[in-house]
């Protein structure tokens, strides 16, 4: 089955930073689903992007179907923005969107 | 009520015991989902149901059984569950049908713990 890999696995920044997480998958996709999952264990959708740029206040993301990658760009982070960081793809099946998860990427963000 | 909803939030079982977690949606979709995320795992599909009927079983063992009475309620029923079935359970909503995907919403999810 498809394989998506996240990076990095954890990271650690000062409020104010910039950072960039990856999303590799190993086969084409439908769709790709960015989420952050916080403390409490709630996914909030961040993007819908099968393809190209879409922008939400100081989060971003890319995907770049051909290549098999999306990239989550966080500007100025905020301790708000810590948790977990999750891309999910699917190949559609008939009626159903399955979700494949990747390990997700852990942030931590430090006042 | 807006959006996806689970209750339990919290639950702790015993081996022996049977106890059911509900699902609610208020986005008029006509797909819900299970999700299982155990500790320092990604997250698994364990059932899909479209059109209220069973479409995916991820061959998830039968102490679990889904049940979908209509578009808006999913129900996970549990009997004599393992101590290795402690996680978070997900339920996620979606629209279907047609040749395209849809994005798919979360519930904030059931922490179990079987004891």
């Known amino acids: 089955g498809i394989q998506v890999e996240q990076s990095p696995p954890d990271l650690i920044l000062q409020e104010g930073a910039n950072s960039t997480l990856r999303c590799n998958f190993s086969?084409?996709?439908?769709?790709l689903q960015w989420f952050h999952q916080n403390p409490w264990g709630q996914l909030i959708n961040l993007f819908y992007?099968?393809?190209g740029t879409k922008q939400n206040g100081r989060l971003s993301a890319t995907t770049v179907a051909t290549e098999r990658y999306s990239l989550l760009y966080i500007s100025s982070s905020q301790t708000t923005d810590s948790g977990v960081y999750f891309c999910?793809?699917?190949?559609?099946?008939?009626?159903?969107?399955?979700?494949?998860f990747g390990q997700g990427t852990t942030l931590q963000v430090k006042p | 009520e807006t959006g996806v909803t689970q209750t339990p939030r919290h639950l702790v079982m015993g081996m022996t015991n049977k106890k059911s977690l509900k699902c609610e949606q208020h986005?008029?979709?006509?797909?819900m989902y299970w999700y299982k995320q155990s500790a320092k795992k990604p997250l698994e599909l364990m059932f899909v149901y479209s059109l209220e009927e069973r479409v995916e079983n991820n061959s998830v063992p039968s102490r679990f059984s889904p049940e979908c009475p209509n578009s808006s309620h999913l129900f996970l029923h549990l009997h004599t569950l393992q101590p290795e079935d402690s996680a978070l359970y997900l339920c996620?909503?979606?629209?279907?049908?047609?040749?395209?995907?849809?994005?798919?919403?979360f519930g904030p999810g059931t922490r179990l713990t079987v004891t």
């Open positions: 996620a909503s979606s629209q279907t049908g047609g040749p395209i995907y849809h994005e798919q919403y």
């Open positions: 086969d084409s996709v439908n769709n």
């Open positions: 986005l008029g979709h006509n797909a």
């Open positions: 992007i099968p393809s």
């Open positions: 999910a793809v699917s190949q559609y099946s008939g009626n159903t969107g399955k979700l494949i």
